[in-house]
């Protein structure tokens, strides 16, 4: 059984650049979560996928946005890059119905200078 | 809405001695409770979860936490903590209501250095 993967591992971007970020689910789960996790603080919310539709959006401006694929793999995009965009994204895959247990991949290290 | 408050945001504790992180949190809806551990650069892993039943969960490597809801709190304890549990301990919560996953809203973390 394959775990959450996600890439890249880090991530040099300049403020005003667009940035893609990839996650692959683990095996038979059909819901990604996407977290932001700022250096010191617990991870937010952005947003959650499932079965290719938006299930939920946290606090975050439209810059942000998400796709799923039919193999259930997701991506982040984040147009217009600030400053304070700089934190480690992470990316969470469950099983609608399952045991409300969300399994996280390593993170991808995102820095906006 | 939501809210995790985790009390501590280090926790210092010798070898071999208990330890107990504070976590409470505030919805106006029933609850699921979880612990998430974060080593040193890697992702979260989960610790416990509470979802019904007995109030007092157990994990695998000898933590514990109990729900209480009239004090809405999820502590999390160890008797007797080793150098291996050192790392950043995030306690979450989502809504039970939805019956599906949903978001989970976490605390800022507690940081657990292990002295020798």
């Known amino acids: 059984e394959t775990g959450v993967t996600q890439s890249p591992t880090h991530l040099i971007k300049t403020r005003g650049q667009q940035v893609t970020l990839r996650c692959s689910s683990q095996?038979?789960?059909?819901?990604v979560s996407w977290y932001q996790q700022a250096l010191g603080q617990g991870p937010q919310f952005i947003f959650q996928?499932?079965?290719?539709?938006?299930?939920g959006r946290g606090n975050f401006p439209p810059r942000f946005s998400g796709l799923q694929f039919p193999n259930y793999s997701s991506e982040l995009n984040v147009n217009a890059l600030e400053l304070d965009d700089s934190a480690l994204y992470l990316c969470?895959?469950?099983?609608?119905?399952?045991?409300?247990?969300?399994?996280f991949g390593p993170g991808t290290r995102l820095t906006v200078t | 809405a939501q809210s995790v408050t985790q009390l501590d945001s280090q926790v210092p504790v010798f070898e071999e001695a208990p330890v107990e992180l504070r976590c409470n949190y505030s919805?106006?809806?029933?609850?699921?409770l979880f612990w998430y551990v974060q080593y040193p650069n890697q992702g979260l892993q989960l610790l416990l979860k509470?979802?019904?039943?007995?109030?007092l969960v157990e994990s695998i490597n000898g933590f514990e936490a109990e729900f209480n809801k009239s004090q809405t709190s999820f502590h999390l304890r160890k008797p007797s903590v080793h150098i291996s549990d050192t790392a950043e301990y995030f306690c979450?919560?989502?809504?039970?209501?939805?019956?599906?996953?949903?978001?989970?809203?976490f605390g800022k973390g507690t940081r657990l250095h292990i002295l020798p």
């Open positions: 509470y979802l019904s039943g007995s109030t």
């Open positions: 996928y499932y079965r290719e539709e938006e299930n």
């Open positions: 979450a919560v989502s809504e039970s209501w939805r019956n599906r996953d949903d978001k989970i809203i």
């Open positions: 095996s038979g789960h059909n819901t």
């Open positions: 969470a895959s469950s099983s609608q119905g399952g045991a409300y247990e969300q399994y």
């Open positions: 919805s106006s809806v029933s609850v699921y």
